[in-house]
Nanobody
Framework: QVQLVESGGGLVQAGGSLRLSCAAS????????MGWFRRAPGKEREFVAA????????YYTDSVKGRFTISRDNAKNTVYLQMNSLKPEDTAVYYC?????????????????WGQGTQVTVSS
């Protein structure tokens, strides 16, 4: 069992930055693919980024490439999402998720555990 707790959300002006953190419980954190998803008001939850167990492979949705960076520290059982050059359309609740095993993992149904989410609001 893995429990995930996100933090770092908030209100920021367009062009600003935020870093989200996701702290995981459980001694087997390193064997999970970790992902970030978001749900904007009135929209479906969408994939944002994912990282494999070693941190050597990352995936991003096109709209955040070059602006967001996912990373992980297995010693701290934590995954991060550095968000730069934020836009109003990035406003959403951001969720951390964990997937057992390996794989590209860009679909929400692939993930086994979810955090409660953290709100990110970008003002224009």
């Amino acid at each position: 069992q893995v429990q995930l707790v996100e933090s770092g959300g908030g209100l920021v002006q367009a062009g600003g930055s935020l870093r989200l953190s996701c702290a995981a419980s459980g001694r087997t954190f390193s064997i999970y693919v970790m992902g970030w998803f978001r749900r904007a008001p009135g929209k479906e939850r969408e994939f944002v980024a994912a990282i494999n167990w070693s941190g050597g492979t990352t995936y991003y949705t096109d709209s955040v490439k070059g602006r967001f960076t996912i990373s992980r520290d297995n010693a701290k059982n934590t995954v991060y999402l550095q968000m730069n050059s934020l836009k109003p359309e990035d406003t959403a609740v951001y969720y951390c998720a964990a997937k057992r095993g390996s794989g590209r993992a860009t679909f929400s149904y692939e993930y086994d555990y979810w955090g409660q989410g953290t709100q990110v609001t970008v003002s224009s």
